[in-house]
């Protein structure tokens, strides 16, 4: 794989999760991180500040800039694109990683939990590559990645929650529709998804519990996914919807088993929802579909 040595990476709720576990990968490599988040006193309840994240990155080997943000606000991710311009000298890569989740059905969603997931979700990503699009016209090998799921309008994703998975969705087809606008610019822009559940407070605190989180994987087999799509040339690698899992396999990556939140767990992950059934035709490790059930 390439490097992202000296590459400036700007990522969105990057405090803690995936989004701390791709700024600590691009870091490795030397490169220069944008961390936006709101969270800058300690919370018991999620782990991570502005520092804390920015101390490992620069222990990691990169050089982090924080910028308090709070997507929804036009105001704020303009400021955080014009600091991270005036630090760094540009923007090569934007991690549409932020994101808000409310598993509910619609009679029990709130709207001010609906706008919230709408907001950041596909607001928040809209407005986050709307204000980078301009520094990454200037990049050599411009990157816009965004965690979200490939299409898939199978009704057994939006029977249980419709006003999360619209806001997911809205993500992904930033994804469809920005590769297209931004193709002759050389700007790619692609989408990464977890084949399996990942060891995260959401897990932890909104989908499982302890036993789904202890059955899942680490966030840095996202992170090394995520760097893999980043670092391809970009002309060459826009419009895709990545699988960690099978993006990882098509690199050459044949052991998983180091990826597991409990070192030496030898039983199967569970499976993350929004996984197309077609994709799973594909070669991968067993997995325990616990989703699809539910549809």
């Known amino acids: 794989m390439s490097s992202l040595k000296d590459k400036t990476v700007l990522i969105s709720g990057a405090t803690r999760g995936i989004g701390l576990a791709i700024a600590l990968r691009a870091a490795a490599d030397g490169a220069n991180l944008v961390i936006t988040g709101k969270t800058v006193d300690p919370d018991p309840r999620l782990p991570g500040t502005l520092a804390s994240a920015a101390a490992e990155v620069e222990q990691a080997g990169g050089q982090a800039l924080t910028v308090q943000t709070d997507i929804r606000s036009e105001e704020q991710v303009q400021a955080a694109v014009a600091a991270a311009v005036e630090r760094f ?4 890569v934007l991690v549409n990683n932020a994101s808000a989740i409310s598993l509910t059905p619609t009679e029990a969603t709130t709207m001010k939990r609906y706008d919230l997931m709408q907001q950041v979700n596909a607001r928040g990503t809209f407005l986050m590559s709307k204000e980078c699009a301009p520094h990454l016209r200037e ?3 411009p990157h816009i990645l965004t965690l979200s799921p490939p299409l898939d309008i199978d009704p057994k994703w939006f029977k249980n929650h419709v006003a999360y998975t619209m806001a997911k969705m809205g993500m992904s087809m930033c994804t469809l529709g920005m590769a297209a606008e931004f193709a002759e610019a050389g700007i790619a822009v692609n989408s990464l998804w977890p084949l399996t559940t990942i060891d995260t407070a959401a897990v932890r605190n909104l989908l499982g519990g302890e036993a789904m989180a202890e059955r899942s994987r680490t966030p ?11 670092t391809k040339p970009s002309r060459e690698c826009t419009g895709n919807f990545f699988i960690d899992e099978l993006m990882l396999r098509d690199e050459g990556v044949t052991d998983f088993a180091g990826y597991a939140a409990v070192p030496g767990d030898t039983q199967p992950p569970f499976m993350d929802f929004f996984v197309p059934a077609h994709l799973l035709e594909r070669e991968h490790s067993d997995v325990v579909d616990v989703f699809s059930a539910q549809g």
């Open 89 to 92: 000298g540009g923007i090569d």
């Open 139 to 141: 990049s050599s090998n």
């Open 220 to 230: 840095q087999i996202m992170a090394d996914a995520a760097h893999a799509v980043v």
